[in-house]
């Protein structure tokens, strides 16, 4: 079983709507997770963190984390063409030390 | 500004040959990291430093070696026996605290002649 789990997309979505990505993990230890987003060729950019069970919000940005199901997501309200990219979800191992990427899921958004 | 600088930002190595990517960095950050990405993957780690002339190996090391002599700059160098070295490398680094936000370079895109 992989450490982290994501749909490779692309998904979909038109202009204006509600983009939802969604990551899932296997290490039950994990305390902190993360939301990156990446253009294409470019590096990493740090959208979004959550520490604690529940939803984080930011703009027009949610993360919502549930540990007991191991799953954590990323709404993306009122999604712009700007908003096309990679989202790369990542948690810390247990000792907080070592992050773990999953591969992304592409989010392609239509005018 | 405060950042990471990664450079150069592309480059060719020839067979048999060793090549040294750079990171520095002026955020005061104790840990740095190196990450390799392929085309449509997540990113990997090759190694992490959490301190100055310490260093750990990361999932995929081999091929692969680092120092950490100063705390703003971790070095990577590709060696001749990482045989697939074609790949974009990433550095980030973070405060020494566990659990932190890690904050990437611009990366180096690294092919073979």
């Known amino acids: 079983q992989k450490e982290v789990e994501q749909n490779s997309g692309p998904l979909s979505v038109p202009e204006g709507a509600i983009a939802s990505l969604n990551c899932t993990y296997s290490?039950?230890?994990?305390?902190?997770f993360f939301w990156y987003r990446q253009y294409s060729g470019k590096s990493p950019e740090l959208i979004m963190f959550i520490y604690s069970n529940g939803d984080k919000e930011d703009g027009r940005f949610t993360a919502q984390l549930n540990k007991a199901s191991q799953y954590v997501s990323l709404l993306i309200r009122d999604s712009q063409p700007s908003d096309s990219a990679t989202y790369l979800c990542?948690?810390?191992?247990?000792?907080?030390?070592?992050?773990?990427f999953g591969g992304g899921t592409r989010l392609m958004v239509k005018p | 500004d405060g950042g990471i600088t990664q450079s150069p930002k592309y480059l060719f190595r020839k067979e048999g040959q060793n090549v040294t990517l750079s990171c520095e960095q002026n955020l005061n950050h104790d840990a740095m990291y190196w990450y390799r990405q392929d085309p449509g993957q997540g990113l990997r780690l090759i190694y992490y430093s959490q301190i100055v002339n310490d260093f750990q190996k990361g999932d995929i090391a081999e091929g692969y070696s680092v120092s950490r002599e100063k705390k703003e700059s971790f070095p990577l160098t590709v060696t001749s026996a990482q045989k697939n070295p074609t790949a974009f490398y990433l550095c980030?680094?973070?405060?020494?605290?566990?659990?932190?936000?890690?904050?990437f370079g611009d990366g180096t895109r690294l092919s073979i002649l």
């Open positions: 990542a948690f810390y191992n247990n000792a907080g030390n070592m992050l773990t």
């Open positions: 980030a680094s973070t405060d020494s605290y566990s659990n932190q936000p890690q904050h």
């Open positions: 290490d039950r230890g994990s305390q902190s």
